[in-house]
């Protein structure tokens, strides 16, 4: 079983920047595949990167190429996402998520570990 923690996330004007990080625990082997998704109140969880084992896939959804950097340290079991250019529209929870086995990335039902969540808040 494996349990993620999140955290880093807060209020942050527009333009600024933040860095969220998960803290796994328990089974996160060479098939594990980590992600992040965002939620705002009650729509479908939006994929937003996600990153496997070794580094040499990454994947980022459209809103946010450029801007944000998913990345990983399986010595330490952390994944971590850097937000740059943060804008309003980036207002949201934040979750971390792990895959055990093949799936669709970017649907958030591929996934089989979910952390609590951490809030993005960014002023206007």
């Known amino acids: 079983q494996v349990q993620l923690v999140e955290s880093g996330g807060g209020l942050v004007q527009a333009g600024g920047s933040l860095r969220l990080s998960c803290a796994a625990s328990g089974r996160t082997d060479s098939s594990t595949f980590m992600g992040w998704f965002r939620q705002v109140r009650v729509k479908e969880r939006e994929f937003v990167a996600g990153?496997?084992?070794?580094?040499?896939?990454?994947y980022y959804a459209d809103s946010v190429k450029g801007r944000f950097t998913i990345s990983r340290d399986n010595a330490k079991n952390t994944v971590d996402l850097q937000m740059n250019s943060l804008k309003p529209e980036d207002t949201a929870l934040y979750y971390c998520?792990?895959?055990?086995?093949?799936?669709?990335?970017?649907?958030?039902?591929?996934?089989?570990?979910w952390g609590q969540g951490t809030q993005v808040t960014v002023s206007s």
């Open positions: 998520a792990v895959r055990l086995r093949i799936g669709d990335r970017y649907r958030s039902g591929s996934y089989d570990y």
């Open positions: 990153i496997s084992w070794s580094g040499d896939l990454i």
